[in-house]
């Protein structure tokens, strides 16, 4: 029942803004067609994978809501899309992933080359697009956000070269900055071409931080309790990698000090993790419950996120329940 | 005699523009610190590292030369040397370069992963500057000038890996992307925020990228005739990776039918190449004496540089004579 409803809200704004989502994908497209056939195959390859556009529909929800009625966050939607598709060929190729939405990564099937230099191109025409859109403010916010992420990326690659146990500040740090931020913005900029007044722009941006920070810890909890049929990614990616997350933190509060040590062992210790090991750290995860405990954290910042929206005395209750729904969707995903 | 004269252009302009120079230092570095210790680690060596500075002072120069008086200048300069950072460090991974400008390269001592997501920051940051610079027009044009960029290195990399021989034609429209639409967009933001007239904005873009051209095909000339402790980069990192240069093509189109058969054999049929190869190619070159032939061409890209800047009405004859010798430089420079 429940995974029906969450399917429901994502497949239902794609179905009440077709319209505007179209728009996007034809603006996608269009920045996409170059006579360079690498980056149109590239592109295209990217598009098809699809993905739930949740960023575009943030832009589009937000200046809905602060009642817009122009064309500017039409522009503005694709480019949060583009810069996350930009961050995601560059991320893959980092982290070497494979597998991402189901389908071989870029970086698999064309190089790291290709997908280093068409990621550059992808963020080189997200600001074309905002440039389009002609407001400086949603400039300002969208390179501050893209500034930020780069800055979550490193700081991401430092912790896992330290080898170091993350503290949850940390943590929080390193999403907030990762994946919160462009949440947070995609919804802020939608607010801005709308005009909406600067304290009701400061609680949408709010309200999609939160909801960043609920994505990317069921995300990182996903790693551990879902499979590639479901999330399209390999299991694991993270535990390889070594990347303390917060369902790894959440578990190293709660451990024996036996199993603490067992826990730093092979996070911190060992240079590679085994499949063995990672059924090891699935067990503990379920001996101590941790999927409860990131529950009640995941349950706080939905508390706030709804709370962010109540500030809002937006009229439009239609796509205040929307937004609303986002949140439950956001906090009980599977894939 | 001629190496003095070349080194004191920009010398010289390095010590009149001090001021200006030391502002664009100030933000470059500002710009670098970050809560983040391995980008500003990273951002401080290239900093160290140096560099030229040529497209800073492109941008400080055309701003003169239409009367500027104003700071704005400042910000979009340092934007200039931020969008070139961000595309070395990603050009030296895609390229696996170990050595630029007599220092290892940043990935050779941080590895793929720091260069491309440092370089992903010094990209956001740049266009953090263009907004603080407050210039629509500006941003469209450094945001249109990345994404040719970004395609000119796809392009290339297409090239290397389709392994065809390259027309001229398509030479020019690579290197037109990669290197000269920066030049050109330095000089051209120059002349927006100092609002000149269109047309003469379009000059000195068109100015920016004839000696954006000159630049590039002297960089690849010094490629088979420098040596590494002039350049400060490895001598033959095109030819081993297999890059068609207008040395090449220009040889290819001098050399009798057996040379002919040899050349591609080495460029196109072959996986990698060797020193006793690269050796026989430079012999080639000698032998048709094809650096005359690329002076040529480089004369002619002076005259059309030249006769951009006459068509600027500006009574400011001390600028107007540093782009004139810029073009000088850029003719005859040997590293």
Redesign the interface.
């Known amino acids: 029942m429940e995974e029906i409803s969450r399917m429901n809200i994502i497949e239902q704004l794609h179905i009440d803004f077709a319209k505007e989502l179209s728009e996007v994908n034809k603006l996608i497209l269009s920045n996409l067609e ?1 006579d ?4 149109g195959e590239i592109g295209n390859y990217l598009v098809k994978s699809g993905g739930k556009r949740i960023r575009p529909l943030l832009t589009i929800l937000s200046s809905k809501l602060f009642n817009y009625d122009g064309t500017a966050h039409i522009n503005l939607a694709a480019a949060t899309e583009f810069i996350h598709a930009a ?1 995601l060929l ?1 991320d893959d ?2 982290d070497s992933s494979l597998l991402r939405r189901f389908k071989p990564t870029v970086n698999s099937l064309w190089g ?3 997908a ?3 990621g ?2 992808l ?3 997200a ?2 697009m ?2 389009s859109a ?1 407001s ?1 403010e949603s ?2 916010t969208l ?2 956000a ?2 930020t ?3 979550g ?3 991401q ?2 912790h896992i070269k330290s080898r170091k146990f993350l503290t949850q500040e940390e943590y929080f740090q390193t999403i907030e900055a990762k994946t919160s931020e462009l949440f947070a913005s995609s919804c802020k900029v939608g607010a801005i071409v709308a005009n909406a007044i600067d304290n009701e722009a400061e609680s949408i941006y709010e309200y999609g931080k939160n909801v960043g920070l609920i994505f990317q810890i069921q995300d990182d909890l996903l790693d551990y309790f879902s499979n590639s049929s479901k999330m399209g990614k390999n299991i694991g990616d993270d535990f390889y990698e070594g990347k303390i997350t917060l369902p790894i933190i959440e578990l190293q509060k709660q451990a024996s000090d036996n199993d603490k040590k067992i826990i730093e062992s092979i996070f911190v210790v060992r240079e590679e993790r085994t499949e063995i090991e990672l059924g090891l750290i699935i067990e503990l995860l379920n001996k101590y419950n941790i999927q409860k405990e990131i529950n009640l954290v995941v349950e706080d910042l939905a508390k706030k996120a709804q709370s962010n929206l109540d500030k809002i005395s937006s009229k439009n209750t239609k796509i205040k329940s929307y937004l609303e729904e986002l949140i439950q969707f956001a906090s009980s995903r599977e894939s």
């Not at 360079?36 to 980056?39: F, P, R, V």
Request: hydrophobic share 50%; net charge negative; glycine share 0%.
């Open positions: 170059c360079e056939e690498l980056i961050t560059h190729v980092v790291n080359q290709a280093i230099l068409v550059d191109y963020f080189s025409q600001f074309r905002m440039v002609d400086m400039l300002r390179s501050n893209s500034a992420i780069a800055r990326e490193v700081t690659l430092a």
